[in-house]
């Protein structure tokens, strides 16, 4: 277990050297006032992948966007490696390049080849070479099996293929931490596996990654911890065999029978 | 009505003619180009969410949008020096042109910007990029692709647009046209041709226009 408890006096915190994430009692309300993380508490550690779960609304998207600072939050504190996303946000490209993340919707930049997707951060940020960039790319293309689709545009690939490209140029950052926020949700069936293999095979290698995802297999497979949100609360954060066969509390059983069919 | 036409008058004085095409020519491009320019920053400041900077884009729009261009073409070349800035008249007239270019592709151009979906966005964020690197290498280059067609519509508008400049003497083919005019009193056979060269110079600038598409906007064949 590696789940700290809130803390009322965060100075007091003893670092784990191996934690990545360090969230402590964070709050973060809309412009409407909408309460939507109510003091979340959590680290993950090197190495580590977390599952996200919890019902629609919860506020997983909201939490793990708080991780790369695209959403701001109002209370508590975030460390990513060290490092504090402050309220007002200063400095946050510089951590942003520590942490990859993969949305549903992919998101790719139309106007340019897949081989540009993956090179235009690392030319621009990272002042890698053309030459450098590309040669980076291909490996990363090789390695989530789209290499042969290089020079094609992102509306010329499926689905699936692009959510591959969209991971391979997170990638080509070099990030400590990965997020994901239902990458095979927006994906027809058919495609969801050969995303979830590519992640599966990133975990094997030793990635930190937090994955929002209801993809049961996966979770039972990979993930390390299962955090489980309700109304903007961490329910619980506990080990996939205690979770998907042991769940204690009321709600995560609705949950999984709700999920499970 | 007897009138003998008498198209020598354009075959003898085909060098100006082309010289004032050319100088069409020349305007209509920079002009875009700067003006082009112009809208782009001018989308960003509209779009950045900034009210100084939104309200400064947005009165220059209207102010351009809601005067005439012949006005704002007097204004530069005849009320500017009494600020103490003379301007030739090829000058004033590219830079006027620039300007009111300028305030309608601002508008068209931040059309394309907010087509633009806010996950593109996102994703330039989260690799590191900063605001003005994710607009300038992210949303700058499909939001144009998405409003091309209208940016091409208001290229043709500026090119006619530029026959007002004669006005100020800037030696255009129009004003080539009206100094034939005057000499030979040759009305038809001098408007018809000129006529027939603004035709011409759009269908360059359109063809130029095409080349741009096919060379950056390949991509826009493949969006669903
Ligand atoms: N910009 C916003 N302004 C106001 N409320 C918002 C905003 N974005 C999200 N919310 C609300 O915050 C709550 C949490 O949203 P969030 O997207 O984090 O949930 P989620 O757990 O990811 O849900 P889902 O499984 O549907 O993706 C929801 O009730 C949502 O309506
Ligand atoms: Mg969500």
Redesign the pocket.
């Known amino acids: 277990m590696t789940y700290s408890q809130p803390e009322t006096n965060a100075a007091t915190v003893a670092r784990d050297p191996e934690a990545i994430i360090i969230a402590k009692g964070v709050h973060k309300r809309?412009?409407?006032d909408?309460h939507?993380l109510k003091g979340i508490s959590l680290t993950v550690n090197k190495g580590e992948v977390v599952v996200l779960m919890?019902?629609?609304?919860?506020?997983?998207?909201?939490?793990i966007?708080t991780f790369n600072g695209l959403e701001p939050y109002q209370e508590g504190k975030i460390e990513i490696d060290g490092t504090e996303i402050s309220h007002n946000q200063k400095g946050i490209e510089l951590i942003r390049r520590e942490v990859g993340m993969v949305f549903?919707q992919f998101n790719l930049f139309p106007h340019l080849t897949i081989l540009k997707n993956v090179t235009l951060g690392p030319i621009h940020l990272k002042g890698l070479s053309q030459d450098d960039a590309e040669a980076q790319a291909m490996e990363l293309l090789e390695r989530v099996g789209i290499a042969p689709q290089a020079n094609k545009y992102p509306g010329q690939l499926s689905g699936g293929q692009q959510q591959r490209v969209a991971i391979a140029r997170a990638l080509a950052m070099e990030p400590k931490v990965m997020l994901f926020?239902?990458p095979t949700s927006a994906l027809d069936p058919e495609m969801v596996r050969e995303v979830l293999d590519v992640m599966r095979k990133l975990a094997q290698s030793g990635m930190t990654m937090v994955c929002?995802t209801h993809e049961v297999g996966f979770a039972r497979e990979v993930a390390d911890r299962i955090i489980f949100?309700a109304e903007?609360e961490l329910v619980t954060d506990t080990t996939p065999d205690k979770f998907f066969n042991n769940p204690e509390e009321e709600r995560i059983k609705q949950f999984l029978s709700q999920i499970l069919h | 009505m007897e009138y003998s036409f008498d198209f020598s008058v354009i075959a003898d004085n085909f060098g100006l003619l082309l010289s004032g095409a050319w100088l069409t020519l020349k305007m209509s491009l920079l002009a875009i180009a700067f003006g082009l320019i112009i809208g782009v920053i001018g989308s960003l400041f509209r779009t950045s969410g900034n009210p100084l900077l939104n309200g400064i884009a947005l009165a220059y729009v209207e102010v351009i949008r809601n005067t005439p261009y012949l006005i704002q073409l007097f204004f530069i070349f005849f009320g500017l020096p009494s600020l103490g800035l003379t301007l030739s008249a090829e000058q004033a007239a590219i830079l006027s042109l620039a300007i009111n270019f300028g305030a309608y592709s601002t508008e068209i151009v931040r059309a394309g910007v907010e087509s633009i979906s806010k996950g593109q966005i996102e994703a330039g964020l989260a690799i590191g990029f900063k605001k003005l690197a994710v607009f300038r290498h992210i949303v700058i280059p499909p939001a144009l692709a998405n409003v091309y067609p209208a940016l091409i519509g208001q290229v043709i508008l500026a090119v006619l647009f530029t026959s007002v400049v004669s006005q100020i003497a800037a030696e255009d083919l129009t004003y080539a046209g009206n100094y034939l005019n005057s000499r030979t009193f040759r009305s038809f056979e001098i408007y018809f041709t000129i006529a027939l060269m603004y035709l011409a110079i759009v269908w360059i600038v359109k063809a130029l226009a095409y080349l741009i598409e096919l060379r950056f906007f390949e991509f826009a064949k493949y969006r669903k």
């Open positions: 809309y412009d409407n909408f939507v919890g019902p629609s609304g919860s506020g997983k998207s909201t939490l966007r549903q926020d239902e929002v949100l903007g």
